[in-house]
């Protein structure tokens, strides 16, 4: 099997997620999600809600702070500022309710496709296809799986992602260190919190999750601290990452690596499909006022998701 295909994606999806797979006479297997399934996809690696020919992107789009070193909201990420001003035109949560008001309300098919074109060919020729036989195309979105390699440690992070969610995990991914640079991944511990959720799924679980909604909003009201971060490296083409440079940096109590390179797949061809959790391991350099200052900028990420979330009166009381 090529270690870059759809029906790789797929069987990892099967057989560490016992998802379910739905059959197409054109595109052949999809994969049926939950609308909070599809957002988190959505959010972590680039894939498209094909609602016309060029599509909708939403992958970075909720960026809200992207640099450690200071506490300004990026415009043009999760929020946009109208023109000269430091006033909030729109959320992109609001955009994405505007322009999908069923999107919550209904499953999804992924459609997984192998294919080197430009994105916005493959786009076009998936939407004209739908739309030909009738189907649609809101309900489907696409993933263009490049089969040299491209991309694939973003899939990666989704799977890594997924993952550790299941195992009561909260997760980012592209965490925007700026000056430290990206690190891939990161799990964070909140004593009390005990189910997994993706940091910036955050402003839609008033529609996927309420009660885990209600049970995070107490701990943004007083000043929290993490108990636990990991950072996290994943790499697909290299054997190598860049690990040790973010735990010079004194911010994580852990580190983690996964490394699924062709090389070392091919040497151990078991692994292919598995998903195995990697034991997080203690980061000796963990500075503890490092920490703090990482927790305190955390939380303030946390705050900003929060008041991106749609307001309306049948959700003003939640």
């Known amino acids: ?36 399934e599809a957002l988190r996809l959505l959010l972590c690696i680039e894939s498209y809600i094909l609602r016309d020919s060029i599509g909708d992107q939403l992958f970075g789009s ?17 929020f946009k500022f109208s023109d000269n001003s430091e006033k909030i035109k729109e959320t992109r949560m609001c ?41 649609n195309t809101e309900d489907y979105i696409l993933v263009q799986v490049n089969t040299k390699g491209s991309n694939w440690e973003h899939i990666f992070e989704y799977f890594y992602s997924e993952t550790y969610i299941k195992e009561g995990y909260i997760v980012d991914t592209q965490l925007p260190w700026n000056y430290y640079g990206t690190p891939d991944i990161g799990f964070y511990k909140i004593r009390g919190l005990k189910k997994g959720f993706l940091v910036n799924e955050l402003p839609s679980l008033i529609y996927t999750d309420i009660s885990l909604l209600k049970e995070i909003i107490p701990f943004l009201l007083k000043q929290p601290q ?14 190598k990452s860049q690990i040790i440079k973010y735990q010079e940096t004194g911010y994580p109590t852990h580190f983690i690596e996964f490394v699924n390179s062709k090389k070392v797949l091919e040497e151990n061809p078991a692994n292919e ?16 006022e490092k920490f703090k200052y990482y927790s305190d900028w955390f939380f303030k990420i946390f705050k900003t998701l929060y008041i991106a979330k749609p307001y309306n009166r049948k959700t003003a009381k939640n």
């Open 226 to 239: 993490l108990n636990e971060f990991t950072v996290g490296e994943v790499k697909t083409q290299s054997t």
């Open 1 to 36: 099997m090529n270690l870059f295909s759809k029906n790789r994606i797929i069987k990892i999806l099967s057989i560490n997620f016992k998802v379910k797979l739905v059959q197409d006479e054109e595109f052949g297997t999809l994969v049926e999600f939950s609308p909070r």
């Open 95 to 135: 955009y994405l309710k505007k322009n999908y008001p069923n999107f919550f309300k209904k499953n999804k098919l992924i459609i997984f496709k192998d294919s080197d074109k430009s994105p916005s060919e493959e786009i076009g020729d998936v939407f004209k296809n739908l739309q030909t036989r009738g189907l």
């Open 62 to 78: 909720f960026k809200t702070i992207n640099d450690i070193g200071k506490y300004k909201i990026y415009n043009g990420g999760l």
């Open 273 to 288: 499909m598995c998903l195995p959790i990697v034991k997080l391991k203690n980061n000796s350099l963990l500075q503890q």
